[in-house]
């Protein structure tokens, strides 16, 4: 039971363009969600994260939307560059009895320069 | 650097052997998670601890086990071992359950 989706396997995107990575989840108990990014042989790296109580969180060249009626959460780039270039998985959690992070299948993100 | 340290970075071994994969959290973090990464495919949850106790189970084999002892560290002992058992597992810690969590650089397991 895949309760994160990320339906893109991969996206390729023209540096300095915008890069849009979506993730649909079906468990409306989550409450907490979360981008890492990910490069060959290393672990995760937190990117940014926002609660069910906000539908936006910013962070420099990256912004989360979150529509909670559409289970649906995005992460946008801007600008791109060629280091931006990994896979990205989308994580969520709920404050009760689903403490842990269910992770997407990621989506491989290539910059072009 | 996350502050998680996870040991060794590499294993090789035969088939039917064990293996104990380490994992130091970041200091002052109480939550441990396993995640297991086969093939370049996602992050598998496999168990999770808090403080020593137990919290959640996820998709962990029987031939699988870990825990986490007084000082926090926690080992993830894995037997019998088959060949689709080679992955990278990694070790996450956080502050708060079910929030950021940060990962350590894994342990690649390689199952001959």
Redesign the interface.
């Known amino acids: 039971d895949q309760q994160v989706k990320q339906n893109s396997p991969s996206l390729s995107v023209q540096e300095g363009r915008i890069s849009i990575l979506n993730c649909d989840y079906t468990n409306s108990m989550f409450d907490?969600f979360?981008w890492?990014k990910k490069y060959p042989?290393?672990?995760?790296?937190?990117l940014i994260?926002i609660s069910s109580i906000k539908d936006k969180n910013e962070d420099g060249r990256f912004t989360v939307f979150l529509n909670k009626s559409a289970k649906h959460l995005s992460l946008h780039i801007v600008p791109s560059q060629p280091g931006d270039s990994a896979?990205y998985?989308c994580a969520a959690?709920?404050?009760f009895g689903?403490?842990?992070?269910?992770?997407?299948?990621?989506t491989r993100l290539t910059i072009i320069p | 650097d996350s502050g998680v340290t996870q040991t060794p970075k590499h294993l090789i071994t035969a088939t039917g052997q064990r293996v104990t994969l380490r994992c130091s959290p970041r200091s002052g973090d109480l939550s441990v998670y396993w995640y297991q990464q086969s093939l370049d495919q996602g992050l598998q949850f496999l168990i999770q601890y808090y403080n020593g106790e137990e919290r959640a189970k996820g998709n962990i084999l029987e031939r699988f086990s870990a825990q986490q002892f007084p000082d926090l560290h926690s080992e993830l002992n894995l037997s019998s071992l088959e060949l689709g058992d080679s992955a990278l597992y990694f070790c996450a810690s956080s502050v708060v359950e079910g929030r950021e969590a940060f990962f350590g650089q894994g342990t690649r397991l390689t199952v001959v």
């Open positions: 907490y979360l890492y042989a290393e672990g995760p790296t937190f994260s896979v998985f959690s709920a404050e689903n403490e842990k992070l269910t992770f997407g299948t990621g």
